[in-house]
């Protein structure tokens, strides 16, 4: 009997401190303040090339972060950033069509930017896959520095193997999520992303791709 309330408590004892800890998660900047420590400051500059990182397809069009990286990786385009624009990303798993890459280089061909100024890298599923196609076709132009548009929490984790490919990178992220996070729908979004990049960051250093 005794050991069995001595389980109760220390189940009753998990239970609060979980409660603790997601409330503290959702209705706190706790995780706003850890993903900046976690951001890389953006750092806009010339360079000879824009790279948008894949971000995903769903049912043959982009996912919403894919189009958000689009988008901003045609602005620095248009903006006179670099003279050529790297779109990666690999086909749908589930359902045929054409890759990420291709349905981001129609787009920007519908918005101006010429063919000829348009890289396309989609045999990828890794962000080191990525950084390594990516700086070999660079280096035909070529090419040694880039602007690298991805996500603001996965920044630092690819601009270690994209220089670790030999690509001066240059920080040009796609969102701004920890200073944006004020719901607690958005801060537990945070948090899990946090947790994931920490994670993806710790491992590409023990296995030295980092």
């Given at each position: 009997m005794r050991?069995?309330?001595?389980?109760?408590?220390?189940?009753?004892?998990?239970?609060?401190?979980?409660?603790?800890?997601?409330?503290?998660?959702v209705f706190t900047p706790g995780w706003n303040a850890t993903g900046e420590r976690l951001a890389v400051t953006t750092m806009l500059g010339a360079a000879d090339a824009i790279v948008v990182r894949g971000a995903g397809i769903m049912d043959g069009a982009l996912a919403d972060e894919s189009l958000r990286r689009t988008i901003y990786?045609?602005?620095?385009?248009?903006?006179?950033?670099?003279?050529?624009?790297?779109?990666?990303?690999?086909?749908?798993?589930?359902?045929?069509?054409p890759s990420e890459a291709e349905i981001r280089k129609q787009i920007a061909l519908r918005m101006g930017i010429?063919?000829?100024?348009?890289?396309?890298?989609?045999?990828?599923?890794?962000?080191?896959?990525?950084?390594?196609?990516?700086?070999?076709?660079?280096?035909?132009?070529?090419?040694?520095t880039i602007l690298l548009v991805t996500e603001t929490l996965h920044m630092r984790r690819a601009m270690a193997v994209f220089e670790r490919a030999g690509l001066k990178t240059f920080p040009a992220p796609s969102d701004d999520l920890p200073r944006v996070a004020v719901s607690p729908p958005q801060r537990l979004t945070l948090m899990w992303r946090v947790l994931v990049q920490t994670g993806g960051l710790f491992y590409y250093w023990l296995v030295g791709y980092a």
């Open positions: 050991n069995l309330q001595r389980w109760m408590s220390g189940f009753r004892w998990l239970g609060s401190a979980a409660s603790a800890a997601f409330t503290a998660a990786g045609m602005e620095l385009y248009k903006r006179g950033m670099a003279p050529t624009i790297v779109f990666a990303g690999p086909p749908s798993r589930r359902v045929s069509g010429p063919e000829d100024r348009i890289i396309t890298v989609s045999r990828v599923l890794t962000t080191r896959e990525e950084s390594q196609q990516i700086a070999a076709e660079l280096k035909k132009i070529p090419a040694t």
